[in-house]
């Protein structure tokens, strides 16, 4: 089984950048597609990135909202996920989980943006 560990999560003010990172233990990380997640209150989960088993260009899928603003990359060496988050908003604000495939969820982590 997959632990997941977020981190870099806080509060901000609009426009400023945030960097979460997941890191994974417990499986072969370079085995899993891995995913960010959002959720904030009153909504139901979405999707905001994801990445290929190798990463690198025309291998990961930003959510509409946050293309152009957001860029999910991996570092199968240090098993870890990131998302950078930049031109942060105040509806960017949400709890974000990171997921390995369909093996395991992080606990989340709250970012809030403020105006």
């Known amino acids: 089984q997959v632990v997941l560990v977020e981190s870099g999560g806080g509060p901000v003010q609009a426009g400023e950048s945030l960097r979460l990172s997941c890191a994974a233990s417990?499986?072969?990380?370079?085995?899993?597609?891995m995913g960010w997640f959002r959720q904030a209150p009153g909504k139901e989960r979405e999707i905001v990135a994801a990445?290929?088993?190798?990463?690198?260009?025309?291998?990961?899928y930003e959510g509409d909202s946050v293309k152009d603003r957001f860029t999910i990359s991996r570092d199968n060496f240090k098993n870890t996920v990131y998302l950078e988050m930049n031109s942060l908003k105040p509806e960017d604000s949400a709890v974000y989980y990171c997921?390995?495939?369909?093996?395991?969820w992080g606990q989340g982590i709250q970012v809030t943006v403020s105006s």
């Open positions: 997921a390995a495939g369909d093996s395991g």
């Open positions: 417990g499986g072969t990380f370079s085995n899993y597609v």
């Open positions: 990445i290929g088993l190798r990463g690198g260009r025309g291998n990961t």
